[in-house]
T-cell receptor, first 113, second 113 residues
Framework: DVKVTQSSRYLVKRTGEKVFLECVQDMDHENMFWYRQDPGLGLRLIYFSYDVKMKEKGDIPEGYSVSREKKERFSLILESASTNQTSMYLC????????????FGPGTRLTVT | GNSVTQMEGPVTLSEEAFLTINCTYTATGYPSLFWYVQYPGEGLQLLLKATKADDKGSNKGFEATYRKETTSFHLEKGSVQVSDSAVYFCALSYGGATNKLIFGTGTLLAVQP
């Protein structure tokens, strides 16, 4: 079974803090994604990566950056957390031969106070 | 631009009732269409897909047919169970090699015994 794990299920941070969200997948997938999930807005793509050290902006990259130093790990960074970044963050991965069949982690619920 | 519109929830049904969750899309080209399901406390998982017009995707008793003429991909199940209670997301792929999905806002299904 494909497994995508995220470092925390719940996280509480203060405004202005630097926040790291980690995601690890064990299926050797090239593609990895970060989404945020908000009520009434569904999932919105923040960043994605199709190879180590490669990254592309999604639909809402402002206020976020990412890092992919190893194939299995994709990190989302909030350089200076703000209250409007309070959300559920979902990581996903997929194989290049089936790029749209994404496997998701359980999510990190981040609260910024 | 490309978009997905889902019926708003929550949808509340009794066990063994018939389920329909409506999904319509707007897209250039010929996207693939997907239904993902998110069970409580878990990440999303792919439920079914269809890659071209008139294809029918099916899994776990759920079905959806890719209707190009009505730009729809409605999810149906003949007899729902309590264990089907979850949030259902319709999605479309776009951009070919860019591996990206656009998700609808999600529809919460609650099945009562």
């Amino acid at each position: 079974d494909v497994k995508v794990t995220q470092s925390s299920r719940y996280l509480v941070k203060r405004t202005g803090e630097k926040v790291f969200l980690e995601c690890v997948q064990d299926m050797d997938h090239e593609n990895m994604f970060w989404y945020r999930q908000d009520p009434g807005l569904g999932l919105r793509l923040i960043y994605f990566s199709y190879d180590v050290k490669m990254k592309e902006k999604g639909d809402i990259p402002e206020g976020y950056s990412v890092s992919r130093e190893k194939k299995e790990r994709f990190s989302l960074i909030l350089e200076s957390a703000s209250t409007n970044q309070t959300s559920m963050y979902l990581c996903a991965s997929s194989a290049p031969e089936r790029p749209h069949e994404q496997y998701f982690g359980p999510g990190t619920r981040l609260t910024v106070t | 631009g490309n978009s997905v519109t889902q019926m708003e929830g929550p949808v509340t049904l009794s066990e063994e009732a018939f389920l329909t969750i409506n999904c319509t899309y707007t897209a250039t080209g010929y996207p693939s269409l997907f239904w993902y399901v998110q069970y409580p406390g878990e990440g999303l998982q792919l439920l079914l897909k269809a890659t071209k017009a008139d294809d029918k995707g099916s899994n776990k008793g759920f079905e959806a047919t890719y209707r190009k003429e009505t730009t729809s991909f409605h999810l149906e199940k003949g007899s729902v169970q309590v264990s089907d209670s979850a949030v259902y997301f319709c999605a479309l792929s776009y951009g070919g090699a860019t591996n990206k999905l656009i998700f609808g806002t999600g529809t919460l299904l609650a099945v009562q015994p």
